[in-house]
Structure formats: C-alpha cells, structure tokens
C-alpha cells in the first residue's frame, strides 16, 4: 500500500491504571494513508487486545487529529472528536463468537442505509443520467418486470398460502394438545420459508442485478450517447447564437474585448477564491495548533495528579505545562499573521517549536541548574517568563511571502483589465450578423426540434408498449399488498401462539421444552420474514416510476443509490443466494467475516482497527482473513490496523509499519523489516529470543513517565528511558545494520559548495583530478585559510626533503 501523506495521529496519551505505580502511555502514534499497520502486543493479558484503541480514540486522555476530504476534494485537518469517530471503525474477530438472526442482505442493506450520503456531485451524476436516458431506463425496466415479476408473483402467492394454512395448523395442533406434531409441523414451516426464502431472493435479486448490469452499461455509455451529444450540441449552438446576437447590437471587437475580460475576470475570481480558501485553511491549521497545545496542557494537568507534588515528576511536567502556555500566548499574538502559512509550513512550525521547548527545558530548566527555591511551580513561571524567547520571526516572513504570490498576480490582474477597458475599439463601419443569426437560430430550431421529436417518439413508443403490459402492474401491487398482508397475519398468528404456548407452561418440563422450540422456530420465520421487506419496497419504487410518474426527486435518487451499493456489495461478497438469506449464524466462518469486513469498509470510514481474537487459535482462518482484509482495503483506498500478539500473522503478511506494545505503553515502532530484524528495546529482543511467547513480567520497564520516541535509524523509533537509549552506540549501530540496511546517500561535489558564496571556496574532486599534477591558477580566489594551509604543508615538505638529503650527505 502506498503511503503518501498523514492520516491519523495520537498524541501524549496518558492514562493511570487500575494499580497503583501502573499506567498506559502513548507519546506519539502516527498512522499514515493506505497504510497497513500492524500492533504487536507482548503481553497476552494486556486490555490492548480487546477493545482498548476504541476507549483512546472515544477518550480525552489523548490530542487527536486527523486529515479527512471534504466535497471538494480539499484536504484539512481536524481535531474534532465526533469527526474523527465517524471516520474510523472497528472490527473484532471475535464477532465469529456472536450469533445474529438477520440475513446477510437484510443487514447489509440496513448498515449502508444507516450511514448513506448523498453528495451533490453524486446526485447530479445521477439526475442528469436519468433525465438524458429516461425512456431507455424505463424500457429496461419493463422488460425486467416482464421477465421476472410474474414468477415473483407466482411464488408469493403459492408461499403466502402455505404460510398461513401452516400457521393455522400449528396453533391448531397446540389448541388440541399434539405437542409432537405441532413441533413437526414448526420445523416443515421454517424449511418452507428456507425454501421460499432463497428462490424469492434469487428472483429478486435476477431483476435487480439486470437492472444494475443495464445502468452501469447507459453510465459508461452516457457520454458517447446520442442523446447527450444532441444535448451538447444545442447548447453549444445556443450558445453562439446568444454571442452573435450580442455582437450584433454592439461590434464584433466589443464582444472580443468581453469575453477575454470575461477569461481575465474569471482567472482573477479564481486566484482570489483560491487565496481567500488558503487564508482560511492556515486559519483554521493555525487554530488547530493551538487547540493542540491547548489539549496538551489539560492532559499534563490530568497527568500530573498522578504524581506527588513534591516529587521531581511533578515538577517536570509542570516544566512542560508553563512552557506550553507560554508557546500558546505566542501563537495567540501571531495567529494572523501566520494564517498563509501551508500545511508544511506548520508542520516545521511545530517542529521547531517542540525542539526550542525541549531545549529550554534541558538546559535553562534542568534540575540541576534550579536551586532548591527556583524548583518552586512559581518561581519556574518566572525563569519561563524572562528567560524563554521563541522566534518565529521567520514564519510570519513566510507568510508573507506565500501571500505576496497571489497578491502581486491579482495586481497584475487588475492592471491588464484597466488596460484593455482604456483601450480603445478599432470598429470600422456597420457589422451586419443577420445572416448569421438567422442561420444559427435556424439550426437551434432545427436541433430543438429534432430533440423534442425523438423524445416524443421514445415516449409514443413506451406507450404502446406499456399499454400491453398492464397486467404487470397489476402483479406488482398485487406482489406488495400479499406480502404485508402476509406480515400482518404473522404478527396476529404470533400473538395468539404466544398466549396459547403461555397457557400450557405450567404443565410439565418436557412440554415447556417442546413448547419453546416451537415458538422459537415461528420468531425465527418471523424475523426472516421482516428482514426482507426492503426488497418489496424496492419493487414499489420501480413500478411507480415506471407507471405512475418517473420520479428523479433526492428521495427516489437516494433509494435507487442505495440498493446500486448494495448490488456492488453483494458483487464484491460472490456469496450463493442461499446464504443471503439464511441467519448469520449459519455461514461459514470466513464468510461471517467477510461480510462483517464489508460492512465496516462500505461505511465511508478512513481507518479500520481490527483485533484479534486470541482464543480462537484457527491460523488457517485468520490467515485467509487478513489476506482478503488487505486486498479489500487497498481496493476502497483505507488504512487498517491489526491489532495482535501473535507474531506469526504479523510475518505472514505484508504490513508497512510496525508498533510493539508492552504493559500498556509503546516501545518501539517504525517499518516491519527493519523492527523485526534488528530489534532496539530489550523487551522486544527478550520476546523474539523467546521463540515469541507472550511476555508478563513488567520488572523490566519503569521510568517510561518522560520516555520520547529516539529516531535510531531512518524509519526505526525507540521509546525507552535514557540508560537504555545510552547504550544504542555507533558501534551497536554498525553491528545492528549492514551496509544494505541503512540508506545512506553518496556526498556529490555540489552538496560541499557553501550555500550563500561559492566565489571563495575552490573544490576539487579528487576521483576526477590527480593532487600531485593539479595547476592552481590565482584567479581561482582559493579562501584565505586554505591558501596558508597549502603555503604551510609546501613549507613543511620542502624542510622535511633538505634536512634528509643533508643527513645522507
């Protein structure tokens, strides 16, 4: 999967446990676009395994923020916390463990329902689609209803008599005391409706999958349809009729000169739409930082009660609240003024800020430069307040230099329109454009005309045909109005089986037994029964619009979108008809996930969690799982986490970044190759020399209150207390990685030329060049330095050869 920009971040989370000296902490977790993310826990007891990361995201322990699409396409962050749950899901394996009597279709169909959108670009594709081809849609339609509505009605029919001739039966068996019977009879209705269920659904679902297969084939077509090159024609016609029209009352110069004022005026509203969304994009990144810091400060305050106030914790985070506050007020002066700042620019604002803090802290703040009496809470406030400056001079020039790009081209701008508006018009005699006019009014005429005449023909044509199909109609109403009686009677037959099954509870418990089964199998046809009624309302859609009145309202267009994802869904599941409308229960275990995977990724979600169930011990399973979860996720652009503490998946599966958890903190994260082969923290080491066995001793981590993620290598990140950083040496770097892992570049001549003045400094490349022939012309303007070097060494030379040719003398 690609990576190619942010996603997801959590920050400075940290939360007490239930135990005293016991806590879970998150300095920093990023989690990038299209990116498949694997979390590897160490310790199997660990509540990271169940449903932790959806307690950190739903909490206030943590700063989230997340980079989402509006309509536009616009990318922006956002710290809001209701934006960033609706942007993410959540999946767990162990949902194999939870029995559902809703039938695959029915709760699909019902999830992409809950969470439909439509947008505008979305309904005006569509409006404009059905309008253009209105009379093609309608005969595909008929010709669907006459293929499969009668069979549909057929079988309705004969079901919804057998139906209630076995209810009957049933509460007549149990009025006459034959439990046995009465019990037989329960499971022949529940195979009944099995068997009616899976051909009422194939029929269905046949005319709703040639109506899908027909208006993906006019969609792809539309363009290149001759309905819609009419259209483009009469109104490109239309079009230079209305300018012909306008030069003939005017010139033909003066419609020149507009209609490049026209082009000029419209490159200048763009540039001006395109600064004024820039400012308010650097606003609101600007707002964000600060409500950043904001966040940051309540947590610390949250953290710190977890301290005592006189332990040097305390006062560190303390250190970390002040300077934050004073970070704030800084951005408060300068949020204006920095507001044409990019994305960029505020990710090296922020940067740069957290390193002047951190520097301040290390140096100006570090205990040992505090007495006993400035370690005070207000006497830090006051060092804070004197002593540390931060500069962001540097940024408000960037600022303006972003700015100034689109202010000078707008004068620019402004300067040409006044320019051509004081030119004067070279108009030479009477223009006369009436043959001109009459001639496109003509073929406007003609155009319309012909359009409204091949329009008429279509629907003179849909006339006849439905004229003589009448009886289809007839089927349809007659289709939906069986199905809800039949429901009805349900209901009723429902109630007075439960009364009748209530009057022989007290007898004995052999008879309960028998008594419950059987009202079990009646809730269960019941329940199957509803799950399906979308698809009667479907049909209800389609016969109004093709014999009532094609309706194109949001309504109408909503629905149809609704079941085209629904199709696309079910097309992407390749399930058999039979399992769609058997329970949940009764598919396999990899299709139960399958459809559960779906339904998370069709919800419009950006970030998938998924975790594990470690008691289900099937590797096949899961193995198969997250090989059809990858290839899902990449097809709908979604970035996913799993969530584990088994190492094997991990390896068996292509994740691009890794993150290792253990007692509820992070240790160590960065790209899997590189984590897995050269491990940095002891913990992870110990747990990989231990033929991966899950670890629970926690002796070995403490002091992780102020641990920061330490870049070892490129890609490779430790969160470890500083002893343990102290010991990654050079040497320890060397051994860890080979000369292929670590990416280093080649230093080219160019990149050793100073940067501001390369008039002072001669290099040689000495690959290129032999030092013992090399010419060193004065006018090269060799440094001062490097001059009295060379002076030196030709000295030092020329003594060295005189005193050793005197010695052999």
């Known amino acids: 999967m690609t990576k190619d920009s942010k996603l997801f971040s959590i920050d400075m989370y940290f939360k007490p446990g239930k135990n005293k000296d016991t806590f879970s902490d998150i300095p920093t977790l990023k989690i990038r676009n299209n990116s498949a993310n694997a979390f590897l826990i160490l310790d199997s007891n660990s509540d990271m395994l169940k449903n932790c990361f959806k307690d950190i995201i739903n909490s206030e322990n943590c700063v989230k923020s997340m980079f989402l699409t509006d309509e536009n396409g616009r990318r922006y962050e956002t710290l809001n916390n209701k934006e960033i749950i609706n942007a993410i899901s959540f999946y767990g394996l162990d949902n194999l463990r939870t029995h559902q009597q809703m039938t695959p279709i029915a709760q699909e169909y019902s999830r992409i329902k809950q969470s439909y959108f439509l947008d505008k ?168 930082l600060i409500q950043w810091y904001k966040s940051a400060v309540k947590i610390l305050k949250n953290k710190s009660h977890f301290f005592d106030k006189k332990s040097p914790e305390y006062t560190h985070i303390w250190k970390n609240i002040i300077t934050i506050k004073h970070i704030i007020k800084v951005l408060n002066r300068a949020k204006y003024t920095l507001r044409a700042l990019t994305s960029e620019n505020f990710d090296d604002l922020k940067i740069y800020l957290e390193a002047r803090r951190s520097l301040f802290i290390a140096n100006n703040l570090a205990s040992n430069s505090l007495t006993q009496d400035t370690r ?8 804070v307040k004197k002593e540390f400056y931060v500069d962001i001079e540097q940024y408000i020039e960037q600022s303006y230099g972003n700015d100034t790009i689109y202010t000078d081209e707008l004068r620019r701008l402004k300067r040409h329109i006044k320019r051509i508006q004081a030119k004067k018009l070279n108009v030479f005699g009477i223009e006369n454009y009436k043959n001109n006019l009459h001639h496109l009014k003509n073929r406007v005429n003609t155009l319309r005309a012909k359009r409204d005449w091949q329009k008429q023909l279509e629907r003179e044509e849909f006339k006849r045909a439905i004229n003589l199909m009448a009886i289809y109609n007839t089927n349809a109403k007659t289709l939906i109005k069986n199905y809800y009686s039949l429901v009805d009677f349900d209901r009723n037959s429902l109630e007075k089986l439960s009364q009748i099954i209530e009057h022989y509870t007290s007898k004995n418990e052999e008879e309960h037994k028998i008594l419950y089964a059987i009202k079990e199998n009646m809730i269960k046809v019941s329940e199957l029964l509803k799950s399906i009624s979308f698809l009667y309302d479907y049909v209800e859609i389609l016969r109004s619009m093709l014999f009532v009145r094609f309706d194109l309202t949001d309504k109408s267009i909503k629905s149809i979108d609704i079941f085209i994802k629904l199709i696309k ?77 088994n190492l094997e998946l991990i390896k068996n599966h292509e994740f691009n970044n890794i993150f290792v958890f253990f007692d509820g903190k992070l240790i160590e994260f960065g790209k899997t190759r590189k984590v897995l082969k050269s491990p940095l923290h002891p913990i992870l080491k110990r747990f990989l020399n231990s033929s991966y066995q899950p670890l629970q001793d926690i002796n070995q981590i403490s002091n992780y209150i102020f641990a920061e993620p330490f870049e070892f290598v490129s890609g490779h990140y430790i969160i470890a207390p500083n002893n343990i950083i102290k010991r990654l040496s050079a040497d320890d770097l060397n051994d860890r990685y080979d000369g292929n892992e670590i990416e280093l570049e080649a230093t080219s001549i160019f990149d050793l030329e100073s940067y501001n003045d390369t008039q002072d400094t001669m290099i040689v490349n000495l690959s290129q060049k032999d030092i013992n022939t090399l010419e060193v012309d004065i006018d090269q303007q060799l440094t001062s330095e490097y001059a009295t070097m060379m002076k030196s060494e030709q000295t030092n030379l020329t003594d060295t050869i005189f005193i050793s040719h005197d010695d052999a003398f």
């Open 121 to 288: 670009s979305r309904y005006r594709q569509l409006l404009n689609l059905m309008e253009v081809n209105e009379f093609k849609i309608k005969a595909i339609m008929l010709e669907s209803f006459r293929n499969n509505i009668n069979i549909i009605h057929s079988e309705n029919t004969d079901f919804k008599r057998d139906f209630e001739h076995n209810f009957n039966s049933i509460i007549e068996a149990l009025r006459d005391g034959k439990f046995e019977h009465a019990l037989n009879l329960s499971k022949r209705h529940v195979e009944n409706f099995d068997w009616f269920g899976e051909k009422i659904v194939y029929e269905f679902l046949e005319l709703f999958q040639t109506l899908f297969a027909s208006a993906r084939k006019i969609m792809m077509e539309h363009y290149q349809s001759p309905g819609f090159l009419a259209l483009t024609k009469l109104e490109s016609f239309s079009r230079r009729y209305e300018l012909v029209n306008q030069m003939q009352h005017t010139s033909k110069e003066m419609v020149k000169r507009q209609i490049h004022l026209r082009d000029i005026r419209n490159d200048k509203h763009i540039i001006e739409k395109l600064r004024k969304q820039n400012l308010k994009n650097g606003l609101e990144r600007g707002t964000n």
């Open 376 to 383: 005070h809470i207000e006497n830090i406030k006051a060092i």
């Open 569 to 645: 869904v079910l097309n992407n599941a390749s399930f058999s008809i039979s399992s769609l409308t058997k329970p949940m229960s009764n598919l396999s275990n990899i299709s139960s996930l399958k459809i559960g995977l779906l339904s998370e990724l069709m919800s419009g979600s950006k970030l998938l969690f998924i975790n594990d169930d470690i008691k289900n011990t099937d590797m096949r399973l899961k193995n198969e799982f997250l090989r059809i979860a990858n290839d899902l996720c990449k097809e709908s652009n979604i970035a996913y986490a799993f969530i584990t503490n």
